[in-house]
């Protein structure tokens, strides 16, 4: 349903509810996990017959202006960190809700122009 056809209340409560659903802040994180698969170079290696070694997780972040960075992330810490990245886009899209709403009820609390006569 439209936002400007739901009730004031119905605005708040839906606004109250996303607000409670956000993940806690701490445990967020903006990037992109990548899987790679490496070569070693060593041409006595199993990689220079194709089984080339991985998988490697990295880390990557944009950093602005064409610029990124990237770090290793241990095995260990794969599935924490994608569980920050998927909490860093779920923030991002109820914030986006969130900011809809209040946009919604500032409209509303608008004095209304009287008309001419």
Known sequence: MALGKLPVLALQQRRQGLAKLLPPAEETLRGSLV?????CGNPDCR??????HGPIWYLTVTLGAGRTAGWV????????????I???????DDLEKISD??????????PKKKAKK
Request: glycine fraction near 2%; charged fraction near 40%.
């Open 47 to 52: 990689c220079a017959r194709g089984q080339r």
């Open 35 to 39: 899987e790679r698969y490496v070569s």
């Open 101 to 110: 709403i209040n946009h919604e009820l500032l409209r509303r609390s608008r």
């Open 73 to 84: 992330v241990p095995p260990e810490q794969v599935d924490q960190v994608r569980r920050w």
């Open 86 to 92: 998927e909490n860093y886009r779920r923030v991002k």
